[in-house]
């Protein structure tokens, strides 16, 4: 019985993805890469050795050996805070030459991976969320390129609630690209009698262009001047709080491998 080339064809891929669907069905061997790496690659030394760099929100990687010299990677990397599963095919020349490349290079410093961990926020988003203590003023950089500002009401691990001027904004975190808030407030205590003097003077200018308008006699003049100098050193504790929240810098935590940092940090001469 002949068959046309289609359906030789199609018999071949059909082979071909049962061969493909029993190998990956068997359990094959966990192998070290190299002795440094040892049998799981994670994030920092992804970037290091440079193994993975198409797969974008790695988290770790492992290489099984199967029968007849065959080697799959399985890669586990994470998009938009939800975790997938994929996996590459290598032969013996490949893993090979990959593992020549890779076994002259310096081994991987621990403080190159201390330093480049800040980098990998993406991986651990409810941890980083946790983090935030509630009520605090956040930036939210929406996926779909909006930015969504308020104070942080709620998080169930999954959702944020986000109270707005107007509205609670219930926000998916598999929909944020990142997240910014201001870890700590700047200290200006020796600023203090600065804004004494600032809030006083804003309190009697105050007073001032009221007595202009209202033409109040000798007594009334002295006394919303007074009251002005008063109720403007009551309010220098809160002027000060204000300033120091507006000059607090935020910090930006990339939820997304596309936001995370590109350049490699480069340590190795440092040590």
Request: glycine share 4%.
């Amino acid at each position: 019985m002949k068959y046309s080339p289609y359906w030789r064809f199609k018999l071949c891929l059909i082979c071909l993805v049962i061969c493909q669907a029993d190998l990956f069905s068997q359990e094959g061997e966990i192998i070290p890469l190299t002795p440094d790496i040892g049998t799981e690659i994670d994030a920092a030394e992804n970037v290091y050795y440079n193994i993975f760099p198409g797969i974008k929100g790695f988290k770790n990687a492992q290489f099984f050996e199967f029968p007849n010299h065959i080697y799959i990677a399985q890669i586990v990397f994470v998009e938009y805070s939800n975790q997938r599963t994929t996996k590459k095919k290598f032969t013996l020349r490949q893993i090979t030459t990959l593992q020549n490349h890779l076994l002259p290079l310096v081994p991987m410093p621990e403080e190159y991976r201390k330093q480049i961990k800040s980098d990998f926020t993406y991986l651990n988003t409810v941890e980083v969320i946790n983090e935030i203590p509630l009520n605090q003023y956040v930036v939210i950089h929406h996926r779909d390129g909006k930015n969504i500002r308020g104070t942080l009401n709620s998080f169930d691990e999954k959702y944020l609630n986000i109270q707005t001027p107007l509205k609670i904004l219930r926000v998916p975190i598999w929909k944020m690209n990142s997240i910014a808030y201001k870890t700590s407030i700047v200290d200006r205590s020796s600023w203090k009698k600065y804004f004494l003097f600032l809030s006083a003077g804003i309190g009697v200018g105050v007073t001032e262009v009221w007595n202009d308008h209202r033409d109040p006699s000798n007594e009334n003049i002295w006394y919303n001047r007074f009251m002005g100098l008063m109720f403007g050193l009551i309010l220098s504790n809160e002027l000060q709080q204000v300033t120091e929240i507006i000059l607090t810098p935020k910090t930006d935590f990339a939820l997304t491998p596309e936001d995370q940092k590109n350049d490699r940090i480069n340590i190795i001469e440092k040590i």
